[in-house]
């Protein structure tokens, strides 16, 4: 029966602490990724220790993140033959990758936006050539940026120089989610306003 006291007490203990610094530390949350986070970014740009506004932070500075895991299988080689601008015929031997595998939750970086306002993010810092294009697909209240298909029936996409078939896991398809953290704003209820007075008298 002691034994069992102090643990609720330990318990009590530990929650009341919890409520006191509540406010004193933060929790980084998961969650999808919307247009909105974009026009905060720009319209809420943030103020340096001197009260100035500084320069909007961009989409470029978030950190990405896939939602499921990805498997791309190769199904179309890429052609090895090219003419150059004199028109001589080069062969090119290169590696294929037969399987890429981007895990769940790997973290990304949006490269640029194309023509079609989809986000083009490159899951392989070593070779950007390599990247995956999100965008909004669903009318309504869904935000989410989701992976696009070049072909919506058989799930294949480009990627780097071959075309591959898309194989992913759960129900839903694979999409953009990012990272934040709710920071606490440190206040007083009740300030006794100091005054500024033009001239002050030694």
């Keep these: 029966m002691a034994f069992k006291k102090r643990y609720f007490y330990l318990l009590l203990l530990s929650c009341v602490v919890l409520t006191v610094f509540s406010g004193c530390y933060s929790v980084l949350t998961k969650r999808d990724?919307?247009?909105?986070?974009?026009?905060e970014l720009e319209s809420n740009p943030p103020i340096d220790k001197y009260g100035e506004r500084k320069e909007p932070e961009k989409p470029e500075d978030i950190q990405y993140y896939i939602?499921?895991?990805?498997?791309?299988?190769?199904c179309s080689k890429p052609s090895v033959l090219t003419v150059d601008y004199s028109g001589n015929?080069?062969?090119?031997?290169?590696?294929?990758?037969?399987?890429v595998t981007i895990e769940s939750n790997e973290k990304g970086?949006?490269?640029?936006?194309?023509k079609n306002g989809y986000l083009v993010i490159g899951f392989e810092e070593n070779n950007p050539e390599y990247f995956l294009r999100f965008g909004q697909l669903f009318d309504g209240d869904d935000e989410k940026y989701y992976l696009i298909f070049d072909d919506n029936q058989n799930y294949t996409i480009t990627y780097g120089d071959g075309v591959y078939d898309v194989y992913f896991f759960g129900d839903d398809f694979p999409h953009l989610e990012i990272k934040t953290k709710e920071?606490?704003?440190?206040?007083?209820?009740?300030?006794?306003?100091?005054?500024?007075?033009?001239?002050?008298?030694r």
Excluded: C, H
């Design 109 to 114: 970086k949006l490269l640029s936006m194309d």
């Design 183 to 201: 920071l606490p704003l440190r206040y007083n209820d009740i300030r006794q306003a100091p005054g500024w007075p033009v001239f002050r008298y």
């Design 33 to 39: 990724l919307t247009k909105r986070d974009f026009k």
């Design 67 to 74: 939602s499921t895991k990805v498997t791309l299988k190769l």
């Design 89 to 99: 015929l080069i062969k090119k031997n290169w590696r294929i990758r037969e399987q």
